[in-house]
């Protein structure tokens, strides 16, 4: 099976790769088409003759997207009905990676899979809105991913993020009043294998680490695993405050296909990894 990864040097895109090793890969990023580019996408798809088409390229800067929601939108949004418009043509399958930012954030027990997001609250959550509807539009063989929280190798990660400033600070705050579920790459990269060569029905589907946190809960467990001992508050979003809003609950409850392990076994077996490999 020839399978086109489109964002293919993000961090997603990278654990991708490998999971897919045993298929064809074609692996493309910026440099080798720019989703944005109608004429491109409709243009360069079929010229690989690809089986199914995966799309995690995308505008991921929760921050500057407050600045840019017009390039946001593009990459994030129209690009996203370019690429379902192609494979609709060439009547393959189209993997799409949303997210949890989608939600608002108001419900405490999580999201299932067929709720219909409203109003997210900041300009990457709109732009990744505006794609899941234009993919729904434009084409049916879609299987649309929403995840949370991606931490794995080669990416700027919150993982990474820590670890950083932990080497030197003995104190940090982080906020503790937003929810969701971290989630390992490799562990993603994996259930998406699965789901698409189990030929799973097409549809939206909730893929996330098991388990909820905290950001501050999640420093916690990350210095606790690296053995740094660096102490954690927990501060309140409005003591901490960004440009982007970001929801206070947004679990991504998983009902229709095998749940993933456990974040902190996830974050475990990432950060002995990584800790291999830059002892
Ligand atoms: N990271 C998270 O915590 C998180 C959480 C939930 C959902 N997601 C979703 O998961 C997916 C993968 O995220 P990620 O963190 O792996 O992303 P990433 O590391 O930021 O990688 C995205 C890739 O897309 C490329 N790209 C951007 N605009 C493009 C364009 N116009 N044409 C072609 N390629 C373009 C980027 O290239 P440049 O570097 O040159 O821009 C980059 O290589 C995204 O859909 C994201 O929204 C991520």
Not at 69 to 86: F, M, P, S, T
Not at 135 to 144: A, E, H, I, P, S
């Amino acid at each position: 099976m020839h399978v086109l990864i489109i964002g293919a040097k993000g961090m997603l895109g990278k654990a991708l790769q490998k999971q897919f090793e045993a298929d064809q890969v074609i692996a493309w990023d910026r440099d080798e088409l720019d989703i944005t580019d109608r004429e491109q996408v409709l243009k360069h798809l079929p010229i690989c003759e690809p089986d199914m088409v995966i799309n995690v390229a995308a505008y991921t800067n929760v921050e500057k997207a407050e600045e840019e929601e017009d390039v946001a939108n593009k990459i994030n949004g129209d690009a996203v009905g370019y690429l379902a418009e192609a494979c609709a043509k060439l009547n393959i399958p189209l993997v799409h990676i949303s997210t949890d930012y989608v939600f608002s954030g108001d419900k405490k027990d999580g999201y299932v899979e067929e709720e219909t997001p409203s109003e997210p609250l900041s300009a990457y959550g709109r732009s990744k809105l505006l794609g899941e509807q234009l993919l729904q539009k434009n084409t049916q063989k879609y299987w649309l991913i929403r995840t949370a929280w991606l931490f794995g190798p080669q990416g700027k990660n919150f993982v990474e993020t820590m670890i950083s400033l932990g080497k030197d600070k003995k104190e940090i705050n982080v906020v503790g009043d937003q929810h969701g579920s971290p989630t390992y790459t490799r562990d993603l990269a994996k259930a998406i294998f699965k789901l698409t060569h189990e030929q799973s029905p097409f549809g939206i589907y909730h893929l996330t680490n098991g388990g909820v946190a905290t950001w501050a809960e999640f420093a916690s467990e990350i210095f606790r695993i690296m053995e740094m001992p660096v102490k954690v508050n927990a501060v309140t979003t409005v003591e901490y405050p960004t440009k982007a809003e970001r929801p206070a609950f947004s679990i991504l409850r998983n009902t229709k296909r095998p749940l993933l392990r456990n974040w902190q076994e996830a974050l475990k077996d990432y950060i002995n990894i990584r800790n291999l490999k830059n002892p």
